[in-house]
């Protein structure tokens, strides 16, 4: 499976902005990919100086809890995912992620199917500093059935609900995380 610009395009469209950053983040997104600039990472860590990812948020719905990871590099607690390869589409990255950093099938959740439900423009910290364009899908597993995951990317993970992942740090966290998650919480409720 793979993307184009008109694609990519196309699953911005479908975002509704939670809040005015994301609305900016959006517009931004959109502006980059119609000026034609290429859309996958071609050399670690940050060429393009702007790329592609796909976070997925994994969800335990019948225990409330959303899974976070502690990234290595990063230094702070994120949502699964990876940087999208030149020519895939975000869905199949997610498939492909959630196979190798936690061993568990794809299961999109109801509430998005294989659709982002947020988007995040964030320039990266350290060495290689860049820009990730990040879709934020949402899949739903059974926490019982992440048994593994990539010790060489994450030092630990952990299953939190809603309110604890709010009452976290935003320091510990990725930068949009709390914003996220009450969209998902409003998107929960509704969907």
Known sequence: MTTTHAELRGLLEDI??????ERTHLQTAGEWIASGAPLYRTRKPDVPATHLVAYFVVLDKLRGRMLLVAH????????????VEPGEHPWATVVRECA????????AATVTGERPLFLTV??????????DVSLWYVLDADADSVTWYDEEEFTAIRWLTPDEVLAEPPATLDP????????LA???LHG
């Open 100 to 107: 190798e950093e936690l061993r568990i099938p794809a299961v």
């Open 72 to 83: 290595r590099k990063a230094g702070l607690w994120l949502p699964t995912g990876g940087h």
């Open 16 to 21: 509704e902005p939670w809040d005015d950053l």
């Open 186 to 188: 409003g998107a929960s």
């Open 176 to 183: 949009h995380l709390h914003r996220f998650t009450r969209k």
């Open 122 to 131: 964030t320039r990266t910290r350290g060495p290689g500093e860049h820009t």
